[in-house]
T-cell receptor, first 114, second 115 residues
Framework: AQSVAQPEDQVNVAEGNPLTVKCTYS??????LFWYVQYPNRGLQFLLK??????LVKGSYGFEAEFNKSQTSFHLKKPSALVSDSALYFC????????????FGTGTRLKVLA | EPEVTQTPSHQVTQMGQEVILRCVPI?????FYWYRQILGQKVEFLVS????????KSEIFDDQFSVERPDGSNFTLKIRSTKLEDSAMYFC?????????????FGPGTRLTVL
C-alpha cells in the first residue's frame, strides 16, 4: 500500500532563511507526489507535483521540491521564507492501486518568525 | 480563478441526526471526491465519484454515508445517522481528467461537530 510520512509536526524558521519541509514516501512503482498548503479557513491549495522528468519541481509562491528516488523523499523547499508562508503543509501520493484517490501525510505546520 | 466551494463552513448536529454537506466543484470537472480530517489526524479518502456513480470508496464510507450529484453543479455528502466519531473536517475535491496523477482542487472544508 502507498503511504507518505511527514516526520515533523512543526517547523520554525526565521524570515529570509531557507526552509525545508520533509516528506518521505512508500510506493510500489513510480510515485506521483504532490504538495498542498492550507491557510486558516481555506481549502487545500495545490503547490506542485512530481510525475516524471526533472527531480527538481518548481511550483507556486516560489516553492520547489526535490524528488529523490534513492532516499524515497520529496522535500519541499524555499530559498527565502516569508512570514506569509506560515501555514499547514501536506504531502500526498496518488494511489496507483486504486482509482484516483490521494493518500496524505499528517501535515507539517510551518511557522516563519519575523 | 475557479474554485471549489463548500457549505456550510461549520455544522453542529446532535448524534443520530442526518446531515448533508454540500459542494460545488469547478464547473468543467468530471471527477469528484470527499475526504475527511479528524482533528490532529491525517486527511483520509472517503469516496470518489464519476459519471453519476461511485468509483471507489474507503472502509470509512459505510452504509451511513451516501453521495449524490443532484444537478449539474452540486455534489453532496449525506450522513444518515451521525455518530460522535463523525466529527471532523470534510473536504470536497474535483479534477478534470481520469488519470491518477491529475491535480485535485479542494474546497475550504466543512467542520462537522457531532454532540
Amino acid at each position: 500500500a502507498q503511504s507518505v510520512a511527514q516526520p515533523e509536526d512543526q517547523v520554525n524558521v526565521a524570515e529570509g532563511n531557507p526552509l525545508t519541509v520533509k516528506c518521505t514516501y512508500s510506493v510500489s512503482g513510480n510515485p506521483y507526489l504532490f504538495w498542498y498548503v492550507q491557510y486558516p479557513n481555506r481549502g487545500l491549495q495545490f503547490l506542485l507535483k512530481y510525475i516524471t522528468g526533472d527531480n527538481l519541481v518548481k511550483g507556486s509562491y516560489g516553492f520547489e521540491a526535490e524528488f529523490n528516488k534513492s532516499q524515497t523523499s520529496f522535500h519541499l523547499k524555499k530559498p527565502s521564507a516569508l512570514v506569509s508562508d506560515s501555514a499547514l503543509y501536506f504531502c500526498a501520493v496518488s494511489d496507483l492501486e486504486g482509482t484516483y484517490k490521494y493518500i496524505f501525510g499528517t501535515g507539517t505546520r510551518l511557522k516563519v518568525l519575523a | 480563478e475557479p474554485e471549489v466551494t463548500q457549505t456550510p463552513s461549520h455544522q453542529v448536529t446532535q448524534m443520530g441526526q442526518e446531515v448533508i454537506l454540500r459542494c460545488v466543484p469547478i464547473s468543467n470537472h468530471l471527477y469528484f471526491y470527499w475526504y475527511r480530517q479528524i482533528l490532529g489526524q491525517k486527511v483520509e479518502f472517503l469516496v470518489s465519484f464519476y459519471n453519476n456513480e461511485i468509483s471507489e470508496k474507503s472502509e470509512i464510507f459505510d452504509d451511513q454515508f451516501s453521495v449524490e450529484r443532484p444537478d449539474g453543479s452540486n455534489f453532496t455528502l449525506k450522513i444518515r445517522s451521525t455518530k460522535l466519531e463523525d466529527s471532523a473536517m470534510y473536504f470536497c475535491a474535483s479534477s478534470d481528467r481520469p488519470v491518477q496523477r491529475d491535480t485535485q482542487y479542494f474546497g475550504p472544508g466543512t467542520r462537522l461537530t457531532v454532540l
